[in-house]
Every structure is written in structure tokens, then in C-alpha cells.
């Protein structure tokens, strides 16, 4: 990933640079995104309730990984509620380098595990998230599955 113009943050974006930045990434969702949310509700909500890893290309927010601290005994745990890149800059190292920060988070905190939801249709995101560490938390009969990361 070239670094030069990108920025990393937390939680500096708006709820509405949140919301366009969505916008822009919901076809890259399966199903799209605003299938199943609200869009604009959405936002408010990583914005107020979630901290929200972010990478900026000049003043873009190209990535997004919003996760939820939740206590899980006997540890803290993270749940992601959403990763996002924008689609011209899939491919590049964006998740990836998203990622490592919320590992560095995690470890931090001393947190257990990672959790996020996917849809078992969605088989180069499930397969992504595989090569990160994630395993199968349950099989159910519907389309999602949970995934857990045990973070060390």
C-alpha cells in the first residue's frame, strides 16, 4: 500500500463522511448494504456507539472498520460491526492494515476474541477473513455466519 497520501485515524470522521463513505461501498456489500440498514441511521450509530478505525487519502475516507467493545467473560471481546473500502482501493493493503490496528487495539486491552458476522454467500470476504485467523463460530441454517478471532 502506497502510504504516502493515506492517514490513519480513529473516530475522526463525521457521521456524515461515515454515511457517503458507506454510500460509495454499498455494492461492495453481499447483499448490498442497504438491503438490510439504513444507511443514514447506520452511520449515527458506528458514529456515536462504535470506535472507528479509519484510513484517509487525501481527505477521502477510502477504509472503515468500526467494531463495538463488548465484556464477555472472563475477557473483553470486539465485535466488528463493519469493514469498507472503497472499491478502487480493494486490493491494495487497506483492510489489512486496518486490521493489524484493531489486533494492536485488541491486545492492548487485553480482549479475547474477535467477532464479526458474514454472509455465507460472500465467499472472497469469508475466504479473507479465514486467512486472518477467523474460524467458524456456528453453522446455522441461515445465510450468516459467525466468525471468531482468538486474539493472543
Known sequence: ??????????????????????????????????????????????????????LWNNEVLVGLISFYIEKKEPSLSFFISNVSVLPEFQSKGVFSFLFERLLEKAKGLNVGFVDLEVNRKNQKVLNLYQKKGFVLKNNPEGDVLKLRKIVK
Not at 460509495?24 to 452511520?43: A, G
Open 1 to 54: 500500500m502506497d502510504t504516502k497520501s493515506n492517514k490513519y485515524f480513529e473516530n475522526k470522521a463525521s457521521e456524515e463522511e461515515i454515511y457517503q463513505h458507506l454510500v460509495n461501498c454499498n455494492e461492495t456489500f453481499f447483499p448490498s448494504l442497504s438491503e438490510y440498514v439504513d444507511l443514514q441511521s447506520y452511520s449515527g450509530k458506528l458514529k456515536n456507539f462504535a470506535t472507528n478505525l479509519e
